[in-house]
Nanobody, 123 residues
């Protein structure tokens, strides 16, 4: 399983960003995909996860209400849309997937990781 994250960049506070995670290597539509981030000097933390259809996504409190995690099973891609960006959203963002068909928010439960994409939010 390979995951490729993209879409990071530098944004001013209050702006929005869309990150993409392209997957390959297995039946994409049957597995959950999550987004995690690691800020400077911080541990890697959960951002959002979307299970296989038709189950609902889950979000960290820090992004709830200003982010969505849509998936396009035909394109085998999961997105992370974040609005009203804040300086504390600055981090390297990673997409990840578990080995088994479970939906988890724990980074330790993820078996496959994409390379991160940097998001920098300036005030």
């Amino acid at each position: 399983v390979q995951l490729q994250a993209s879409g990071g960049g530098s944004v001013q506070a209050g702006g929005s960003l869309r990150l993409s995670c392209a997957a390959s290597g297995r039946a994409f539509s049957s597995y959950a995909v999550g987004w995690f981030r690691q800020g400077p000097g911080k541990d890697r933390e959960f951002v959002a996860v979307i299970p296989w259809s038709p189950n609902r996504a889950a979000y960290a409190d820090s992004v709830k209400g200003r982010s969505t995690i849509p998936r396009d099973d035909e394109k085998e891609t999961v997105y992370l849309d974040i609005g009203t960006l804040r300086p504390e959203d600055t981090a390297v963002y990673y997409c990840a997937a578990p080995r088994v068909r479970r939906c988890r928010s724990d980074p330790d439960a993820m078996a496959y990781w994409g390379k991160g994409t940097q998001v920098t939010v300036s005030s």
